[in-house]
């Protein structure tokens, strides 16, 4: 490892600390808008780190202040993009927990961790999401389930689309991209297959600048509508602003 990455890395885990002494020691007695405002400089800080920087897609729509975002996923970076933009309540893969440090940071930001093929824990937490979206917070999941390589979008998971209509909000597709300096998909910043969490920050760190895309798409209204057909038009949508063929179940 270049002494430069090993320099980095070590600002990284810095800010990591720091981030874990606010959530032990602020976060409790703080409502949710300040906890956002940290979460959000937080979160940018770390993509500073990282050599990340983050912009909005030409022509973006605007965000609404409630509504469920569902998003592709690329990797552990697309949650700290989006929070460093609109700060969420994100769902997550259980495995993300057991992350060293990022997984208990993810957690007092306010992601909930749901276990695959978990029936009790998805009611458990579909009743909590449903709850946060009629509190007027914003609530943002992946919908693929798992990472995919830049360039793919798999099927989305149609399930938790129902808190939305549930909730009676809208659902607001995010396409995230992460592209080098000279506007192709960046080679570093893939988490897919056996790469292991430590392996992508070194490769992130080792590589060359990334360039965060965030395009925020129209909302879709969920009145009336069925979770699957959501699901199929938020797999559209993003899948149009990727330029990517979407894959089929």
């Not at 897609?57 to 609404?64: D, I, N, Q, W, Y």
């Not at 999941?141 to 009676?168: C, K, S, V, W």
């Not at 490769?203 to 965060?212: D, E, F, H, T």
């Amino acid at each position: 490892m270049k002494l430069s990455t090993i320099f980095r890395l070590a600002r990284v885990l810095l800010h990591v600390f720091k981030g874990m002494a606010i959530c032990a020691t602020v976060f409790p007695w703080i409502g949710w808008d300040q906890r956002n405002a940290h979460i959000r400089r937080w979160s940018t800080r770390l993509l500073a780190l990282c050599n990340v920087t983050v912009s909005l897609a030409p022509g973006s729509a605007a965000v609404l202040p409630c509504s469920m975002v569902v998003a592709n996923h690329v990797s552990w970076l697309d949650i700290f993009v989006v929070h460093s933009l609109y700060p969420s309540h994100f769902v997550a893969k259980a495995e993300i927990r057991s992350w060293p440090l990022a997984g208990w940071l993810a957690e007092k930001a306010g992601t909930v961790f749901i276990a695959r093929g978990n029936r009790r824990d998805l009611r458990h937490i579909f009743k909590g999401l449903v709850s946060s979206l009629e509190k007027g917070e914003r609530v943002a999941f992946f919908p693929e389930g798992t990472t995919a390589a830049q360039g793919n979008l798999l099927p989305f998971h149609a399930n938790l689309f129902e808190a939305a209509i549930d909730a009676r909000v809208p659902v607001q597709p995010f396409a995230l991209m992460y592209e080098d300096v000279g506007g192709g998909a960046h080679p570093s910043v893939d988490f897919i297959g056996e790469t292991s969490f430590a392996e992508s920050i070194v490769l992130i760190l080792n590589g060359p600048p990334v360039k965060a895309r965030l395009a925020i798409l129209p909302p879709l209204d969920t009145q009336g509508a069925h979770r699957r057909e959501l699901a199929e038009a938020s797999h559209q949508a993003i899948a149009a602003s990727l330029g990517v063929q979407p894959a089929t179940p």
